[in-house]
């Protein structure tokens, strides 16, 4: 028998879309510098390398973006995703070292920790 693995929730709302991720703002209402990356795609402060945590790419037909958030956004997000996402997965109850959005989101928590304020 054909198992369907599919993470699409079906008795859920049928408007979510893969919610794995740290939500962001769509597209329509980044800026152009928040789009590539330049800029935090929830506060829209100027990133630079030390500041930026990488979203991961995001594809899209047509083009893909490349968003990064500063540290405070990217850990109130990826905390708030993970809360939100390993009580309802499967893999993450059983072991969240196994899932690629867990771990995904882990590493966004550590990055974002590691600012350590060094100015
Ligand atoms: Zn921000
Ligand atoms: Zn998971």
Not at 31 to 41: D, K, L, N, W
Not at 79 to 108: F, I, W
């Amino acid at each position: 028998m054909a198992k369907a693995t599919h993470i699409l929730p079906s008795a859920d709302s049928p408007s979510s879309t893969g919610r794995q991720l740290p939500a962001l703002p769509s597209v329509e209402e980044l800026t152009p510098e928040q789009i590539r990356g330049a800029a935090c795609v929830w506060c829209g402060t100027r990133l630079t390398a030390e500041t930026a945590v990488d979203l991961g790419e995001r594809r899209r037909p047509g083009h893909s973006a490349f968003p990064r958030g500063c540290r405070p956004c990217t850990h109130t997000a990826a905390n708030r995703a993970l809360q939100d996402h390993a009580p309802r997965c499967e893999q993450c109850v059983d072991d969240g070292s196994k899932c690629e959005t867990g771990m995904a989101l882990y590493r966004m928590i550590r990055d974002s920790r590691l600012a350590g304020g060094r100015r």
